[in-house]
């Protein structure tokens, strides 16, 4: 059976480039599962063609992809890509008589909602073992309950058939830059080491499943098959409660370590944990000998009001103790402060912003806000509290802000300002001068009419010399960007005073 396989496109229907770090691995290992089942996958990943009109773009791609004549479509992704699933099914209905599945986050969180695109089959949870059924023909209703499979039973993801080497190769630049500032040419890319979570933040998707880890040696497998098709220098560990296990973790450390001698492996990594992973400095030393250059935690708030109401079960105390271990370890310490859950006041936001002034400024701690997401606590309770009114109107409206506190509407959308002014501005983190060269224009440069630039500079951390490559139009030249030293992994400003020529 032939399979097309649609990626969503980032931001649809605005234009937005893509890096490797954001791909949505769940399509690559649901092609792997369907081929190892014996039928023909074709992917379709639209992220990164340069184009005047993305919806005109998905036109005329899909139309000529479905000239495969596939049997069935598979869609998917997150709530923030419905209207790219509605557009797809639309043109699919209008262009191919394929039958349509439908799964991801999307299907999972809001399955009844999403009956209205009326999908021939829609997927709710994990899509290998459905997805398989349906073109196996062992399911034939509408909405499949997936089963997950064996964790170490799940094939390797198959991103060849997504064009991701293309995407490695040229628009490694475009990641985020926490994920590629550890090298002057990154190449990131990413590993999936984990499914599900056994918490229950009211922010977040159910995980019903639990969590599931996989093996090392699993693990190791990947990591060999995919740096070998790659060659990647950054490795980002897609599990959020990777170094929860201390003993998993020193395991996968001393493996790694292991094999980077054998194979002559040469790449960083960084990883997500949960504050009550408690790491030590044994461990994390142990870590950074592997190749870690920073890791994250699932911050929120520096309230404990709230992180209480979020049912984050950590402790503010927690994250300081990261954050002065990481410092005095020498590695990186990441996360996030969202504003606006139910129970915020003027008084949290200022406890949150209090913090972020005394330990995120050097850490790579981000400000941001709360979005009421379909699948989690906080999206019934806006539904309940008639919040949100309409469900159409949401989806269609998705990016907009949404006030869940009892704070007045004008009031909180200055703090939004406010926290904004500050993650947009980076002003009160510690500067530095760049010198900016320009450097042979590779295929993005030339693709967007823009230079290539190597940005050398002093950190006002360390005094080390750091390097970095970007690139930039040429009214970006006096700006700024902000990267973290490679050398002590706090967080620098870099003002760009001027191009030698």
């Known amino acids: 059976m032939k399979v097309l396989l649609v990626v969503p496109v980032k931001s649809y229907p605005n234009l937005s480039l893509l890096g490797v770090t954001d791909f949505p691995s769940g399509f690559a290992y649901v092609s792997a599962a369907l081929q190892k089942a014996g039928h023909e996958v074709y992917g379709l990943n639209l992220n990164n063609v340069i184009c005047k009109d993305a919806q005109v773009m998905l036109k005329e791609n899909l139309i000529e992809a479905l000239k495969v004549k596939p049997g069935f479509v598979g869609l ?7 209207k790219f699933i509605r557009d797809c099914i639309k043109i699919i209905r209008e262009n191919s008589e394929a039958k349509i599945v439908l799964g ?7 399955p009844g909602f999403m009956k209205v695109l009326n999908p021939d089959h829609l997927i709710i949870g994990e899509g290998e073992e459905g997805f398989v059924k349906v073109c196996n023909g062992e399911y034939r209703r509408q909405v499949i309950n997936s089963q997950p499979l ?7 993801p198959d991103y060849d058939s997504f064009g991701i ?6 628009f490694s630049i475009i990641n985020r830059m926490l994920y590629r500032y550890s090298r002057k040419d990154p190449r990131p890319f990413i590993i999936v080491t984990a499914r599900g979570c ?3 933040c009211t922010f977040c998707k159910k995980h019903p499943e639990g969590y599931r880890p996989r093996s090392i040696e699993n693990i ?5 098959e995919n740096y070998e098709k790659y060659k990647f220098n950054i490795l980002i560990m897609q599990d959020e409660l990777f170094a929860v296990n201390k003993k998993r973790t020193r395991e996968f450390c001393e493996t790694l370590i292991e094999k980077k001698k054998e194979y002559g492996w040469d790449f960083d990594w960084l990883m997500q944990t949960h504050a009550n992973s ?12 592997s190749g870690m250059y920073l890791f994250s935690y699932g911050l929120e708030s520096a309230s404990n009001k709230i992180l209480k109401s979020m049912k984050k079960h950590i402790k503010i105390e927690q994250i300081v103790e990261a954050i002065e271990l990481a410092d005095k370890v020498r590695v990186g310490f990441a996360g996030n402060l969202i504003i606006g859950d139910p129970n915020e006041t003027e008084d949290t936001i200022r406890e949150s912003l209090d913090f972020y002034f005394k330990h995120g400024i050097d850490a790579a701690i981000f400000l941001s806000y709360i979005q009421p997401y379909p699948g989690s606590e906080i999206f019934d309770y806006c539904m309940e509290k008639g919040i949100i009114k309409d469900k159409q109107t949401y989806y269609e409206n998705i990016d907009k802000k949404i006030n869940m506190t009892s704070i007045e509407d004008s009031i909180f959308t200055k703090w939004l300002a406010f926290n904004g002014l500050i993650e947009g501005s980076y002003l009160m983190i510690k500067s530095t001068e760049g010198k900016l060269k320009k450097i042979d224009k590779d295929y993005l440069a030339n693709a967007i009419q823009a230079d290539n630039y190597q940005i050398d500079a002093i950190c006002p951390h360390c005094g080390e010399e750091v390097s970095y490559n970007q690139i930039m139009h040429k009214d970006q030249t006096k700006g700024f ?3 973290l030293c490679q050398n002590c992994n706090k967080r620098i400003r870099v003002n760009l005073v001027g191009v030698e020529e």
């Open 76 to 82: 998917g992704g997150l709530c923030i890509d419905y």
């Open 104 to 110: 991801g986050h999307i299907a999972s969180c809001d």
């Open 150 to 156: 064996p964790i170490d039973e799940i094939p390797y």
């Open 165 to 170: 080497k293309n995407m490695v190769d040229n």
């Open 198 to 200: 056994p918490y229950s």
């Open 220 to 224: 190791i497998g990947e990591i060999k």
């Open 278 to 289: 408690k790491l030590d400095e044994g461990t994390l030393r142990l870590a950074k000998e």
């Open 481 to 483: 960007f902000v990267p």
